[in-house]
């Protein structure tokens, strides 16, 4: 055990302020963004636009003006368009970095303050205990069974013992107990900001989603790249000329590929982490997004997600009497009664305001209630201690510590060792769960009988129980924490957040299971199950793991350590399933890691949980996380509509293309023409399609299964059915005109286009009754039929596309026919993922 030397002030904001502006803030520099024609040439070297590109050289050789100014404007709004998504998407990544930011505990001009890491400077006074990040070097002044993990700047996976005078680095994890030092180096000039600098210009990674639809993407091209191939083929054999029927390919090839399908994927990603952001959901690691809708399991702690993380110190039981504490959250203000000044109540607020570690944040202009600093159950202690009118700062005067054991998750209890005024013995104070506390050999003295009978009744009424006890020990004696002579209970309550019953029951309709996973007592974990809806009549405890029990056989879990979340967690994903895990401390870390998605508190929360985490919860609400699971729903549900209507578009173009010189169309349509059509249905329509709102019905069904394909559950069937209609209903559209005399071509052109953007419509998620709000998809939709029909009518945009004006008759019969693949998809019943 280590006495604290030294304790000071810390810097004032002024000289803060100055050293921020002298040596900048505490962030490695991100990149910079690449410049306007580096992202203009990686949108120029996709396959699609490369393939273009060749087919204007062409037709520029061949003087087909007609066509080379077709190909030249597609790539030109196709870059266009690729460069815009990008920079959104880099836009949304940015802001959601922003949020996620970590944040250090620092002392300044005398007072504790949380404050963002990118403002710590040299010499700021940091503050540490188990679970944060180190935000800078440091020298440590104050070292308390300070020990430090750090594996991630010098690979060394055992946890290092640091004492005063030591350095600690940034970004090495404290793992057990607490300390104090000095800010030496920020920013690049630590020891692991020197290493990140070399590392900073590397890309991000493509998700797995994004690999998946990226070799998809190849597949197709390689498939239609072979049936353009035989379309030009096919058109020599009937005499046409070579590099007319190049270009027809090339095009068709382009027209036949979702190429704007990457730039969909990561806008909607992006935008949807954005999404969540904004529902106080923040995305740290973009392959959660995906992950998300394919959750089964939600394993979640108790304290502060199903309930609302304001701990409440409200009984107190002596073996003289008891006491009720009655206030609002953590403010000091409040009664305690009856007997609240009897010797022994006096004795168990004195014993629990000095064993503490927190401290209480009065209100401020910014937030105008009191906060608690340090661990939310220790803070309301010190609310106890107050009402009862002990003041925690006087007797901290006056009985100032000199030693302690941290409380440790193995321990499960806390012991300090302070003096006394006037008296050389040290007053020994300890507290912690009653299976701990209340032993001969811990608790020698007082009914233990008695008291464990009373924290029974205290748990299974839904309390957290601590039990405290003392002892005074005379100069010269060991130092031991046992022999102490019970002091007292005291019950603890985080009230269920009047939502919790019905996130559970909402999950339970998405097909979601609940595991409830708590340290405290079995009697408590069943109380808070019990009014959350979670019935489940077995309990399983931690001791019920170590001796085999399998952890698929129960929902509600109790006195469970944190390394045994790891053992849970890889039980049911073992057993087929997605598992989402909740997690706040430093021990959570690794069940946080193995889950599929790890979801981590940002109010209660220590650092390295975050850290460790795919999701962080701003506002600390299991709810959230069923937003954010409808979220990825959303848009895993988005993409595979992009996809439908997209590859159903290509493969309709495709097949008139094959069919249509079998029905005595020489070329049915033009380059030109596949073109102007690929520009229309996959920009703005597309793009729009991944922004959809969630289907109203999507948490009313159960997730997709984690081995199902991008094209599957039916998807690649639907693909080719709504393809076949639409190809169907144009050349039927081409013949009828072609038999009256009408301009069979021209018919063709308006009936494919038409009818791909009629399948965008019925695709579009259902309007929530009492909504009328316009959405993007609606405004696309209608600009692109607007551009689709323009040329038909403008004398110079009919020469370029070689059109012919259509008669009104005509028109109404091309909109009638395009309309019937979109009113066939609306008059079947429609699944989540058309």
């Known amino acids: 055990m280590t006495v604290q030397v030294t304790t000071p002030r810390g810097l004032s904001p002024r000289q803060a302020a100055l050293a921020l502006a002298e040596h900048g803030p505490n962030t490695i520099p991100a990149p910079r963004p690449p410049s306007a024609w580096r992202r203009v040439l990686a949108q120029l070297r996709d396959p699609m636009i490369l393939l273009l590109i060749a087919a204007a050289v062409l037709t520029a050789g061949l003087h087909d003006l007609t066509d080379l100014t077709v190909i030249l404007v597609v790539v030109i709004l196709n870059t266009t368009v690729g460069v815009v998504q990008e920079i959104r998407a880099e836009h949304a990544l940015a802001a959601l970095n922003r949020l996620a930011a970590p944040h250090a505990t620092v002392r300044r001009a005398d007072r504790t303050m949380v404050i963002p890491s990118a403002e710590v400077v040299?010499?700021?006074?940091?503050?540490?205990?188990?679970?944060?990040?180190?935000?800078?070097?440091?020298?440590?002044?104050?070292?308390?069974?300070?020990?430090?993990?750090?594996?991630?700047?010098?690979?060394?996976?055992?946890?290092?013992?640091?004492?005063?005078?030591?350095?600690?680095?940034?970004?090495?994890?404290?793992?057990?107990?607490?300390?104090?030092?000095?800010?030496?180096?920020?920013?690049?000039?630590?020891?692991?900001?020197?290493?990140?600098?070399?590392?900073?210009?590397?890309?991000?990674?493509?998700?797995?989603?994004?690999?998946?639809?990226?070799?998809?993407?190849?597949?197709?091209?390689?498939?239609?790249?072979?049936?353009?191939?035989?379309?030009?083929?096919?058109?020599?054999?009937?005499?046409?000329?070579?590099?007319?029927?190049?270009?027809?390919?090339?095009?068709?090839?382009?027209?036949?590929?979702?190429?704007?399908?990457?730039?969909?994927?990561?806008?909607?990603?992006?935008?949807?982490?954005?999404?969540?952001?904004?529902?106080?959901?923040?995305?740290?690691?973009?392959?959660?997004?995906?992950?998300?809708?394919?959750?089964?399991?939600?394993?979640?702690?108790?304290?502060?997600?199903?309930?609302?993380?304001?701990?409440?110190?409200e009984r107190l039981w002596t073996e003289s009497g008891q006491a009720t504490a009655a206030g609002s959250g953590y403010d000091p203000a409040g009664t305690l009664g009856p007997d609240a000044g009897s010797p022994a109540v006096r004795r168990l607020l004195r014993d629990v305001a000095l064993c503490n570690d927190a401290a209480l944040r009065?209100?401020?202009?910014?937030?105008?209630?009191?906060?608690?600093?340090?661990?939310?159950?220790?803070?309301?202690?010190?609310?106890?201690?107050?009402?009862?009118?002990?003041?925690?700062?006087?007797?901290?005067?006056?009985?100032?510590?000199?030693?302690?054991?941290?409380?440790?998750?193995?321990?499960?209890?806390?012991?300090?060792?302070h003096e006394q005024p006037g008296c050389d013995d040290l007053l020994v104070i300890g507290k912690g769960a009653p299976e701990v506390m209340l032993t001969p050999e811990v608790t020698s003295y007082g009914d233990l009988d008695q008291a464990k009978a009373e924290a029974a009744d205290l748990s299974a009424a839904g309390f957290r129980v601590l039990a405290v006890a003392d002892k005074l020990l005379p100069p010269g004696a060991s130092r031991t924490e046992n022999g102490l002579h019970l002091a007292g209970l005291v019950a603890i309550t985080d009230p269920v957040r009047p939502n919790a019953a019905q996130v559970i029951a909402s999950f339970d309709r998405a097909g979601v299971g609940v595991l409830l996973i708590t340290g405290d007592a079995p009697g408590t974990a069943l109380a808070v199950a019990e009014r959350i809806g979670l019935h489940d009549e077995q309990v399983i405890t931690g001791a019920d793991l170590d001796h085999g029990t399998d952890p698929t056989t129960g929902h509600v879990f109790a006195r469970i350590r944190p390394e045994q979340k790891l053992d849970i967690v890889g039980a049911w994903q073992a057993d087929g399933h997605v598992v989402a895990m909740t997690g706040d401390g430093v021990n959570d870390a690794p069940a946080l890691r193995r889950a599929d998605i790890g979801v981590a508190m940002g109010r209660g929360g220590t650092e390295v949980a975050r850290q460790a985490a795919d999701l962080v919860l701003t506002d600390d609400d299991l709810g959230t996380v069923e937003a954010a699971i409808e979220e990825g729903r959303r848009i895993y549900t988005n993409i595979r509509t992009f996809l439908r209507y997209a590859l159903s578009g290509g493969l309709a173009e495709i097949l008139v293309m094959l069919i249509g010189p079998l029905l005595g169309f020489a070329v049915p349509l033009l380059p030109g023409q596949i073109l102007w059509i690929n520009?229309?249905?996959?920009?703005?329509?597309?793009?729009?399609?991944?922004?959809?709102?969630?289907?109203?019905?999507?948490?009313?069904?159960?997730?997709?299964?984690?081995?199902?394909?991008?094209?599957?559950?039916?998807?690649?069937?639907?693909?080719?059915?709504?393809?076949?209609?639409?190809?169907?209903?144009?050349?039927?559209?081409?013949?009828?005109?072609?038999?009256?005399?009408?301009?069979?071509?021209?018919?063709?052109?308006?009936?494919?286009?038409?009818?791909?953007?009629?399948?965008?419509?019925?695709?579009?998620?259902?309007?929530?009754?009492?909504?009328?709000?316009?959405?993007?998809?609606?405004?696309?939709?209608?600009?692109?039929?607007?551009?689709?029909?323009?040329?038909?009518?403008?004398?110079?945009?009919?020469?370029?596309?070689?059109?012919?004006?259509?008669?009104?008759?005509?028109?109404?019969?091309?909109?009638?026919?395009?309309?019937?693949?979109?009113?066939?998809i609306v008059t079947r019943h429609r699944k989540p993922t058309d």
């Open 679 to 824: 520009m229309l249905t996959h920009g703005l329509p597309g793009v729009a399609i991944g922004a959809e709102p969630a289907d109203p019905g999507a948490m009313r069904h159960p997730p997709r299964s984690p081995q199902e394909q991008i094209l599957g559950a039916g998807l690649w069937q639907r693909i080719a059915v709504t393809g076949t209609m639409i190809g169907a209903v144009t050349l039927v559209a081409a013949s009828w005109a072609h038999h009256t005399g009408a301009p069979w071509q021209t018919m063709a052109y308006l009936v494919l286009g038409l009818s791909q953007l009629g399948v965008a419509l019925a695709l579009r998620r259902p309007r929530v009754a009492g909504t009328r709000r316009l959405r993007f998809l609606d405004t696309a939709i209608a600009g692109a039929l607007a551009l689709q029909v323009l040329p038909v009518f403008v004398g110079p945009l009919r020469s370029l596309l070689g059109l012919t004006v259509l008669s009104p008759a005509d028109l109404l019969i091309a909109f009638a026919l395009a309309a019937v693949p979109a009113l066939t």
């Open 122 to 313: 040299p010499d700021d006074v940091v503050l540490l205990q188990a679970g944060d990040v180190v935000p800078a070097d440091l020298r440590l002044f104050d070292a308390i069974r300070l020990q430090a993990d750090e594996s991630a700047l010098t690979g060394e996976s055992v946890p290092i013992e640091k004492e005063p005078t030591d350095e600690l680095y940034a970004g090495t994890v404290v793992t057990r107990g607490r300390g104090a030092g000095v800010v030496t180096r920020t920013a690049t000039r630590s020891a692991l900001g020197k290493i990140a600098l070399l590392l900073s210009n590397q890309r991000p990674r493509a998700t797995p989603l994004q690999r998946r639809l990226a070799a998809l993407s190849r597949g197709l091209s390689i498939a239609a790249v072979a049936l353009s191939a035989i379309v030009a083929v096919a058109g020599l054999i009937r005499g046409l000329p070579l590099p007319s029927m190049v270009v027809t390919a090339v095009s068709l090839t382009v027209a036949a590929v979702p190429e704007s399908l990457p730039a969909v994927v990561t806008l909607a990603l992006a935008i949807g982490a954005h999404r969540m952001a904004q529902r106080a959901a923040v995305v740290r690691k973009l392959p959660a997004v995906e992950t998300l809708g394919a959750v089964t399991i939600l394993a979640t702690d108790k304290t502060g997600t199903l309930t609302e993380g304001i701990m409440q110190a």
């Open 362 to 417: 009065p209100p401020t202009g910014d937030d105008p209630v009191w906060r608690p600093i340090g661990d939310p159950t220790e803070a309301a202690l010190l609310t106890l201690a107050h009402r009862g009118g002990v003041d925690p700062d006087e007797f901290g005067s006056a009985c100032p510590r000199r030693h302690e054991v941290p409380f440790d998750s193995s321990r499960r209890r806390m012991t300090t060792f």
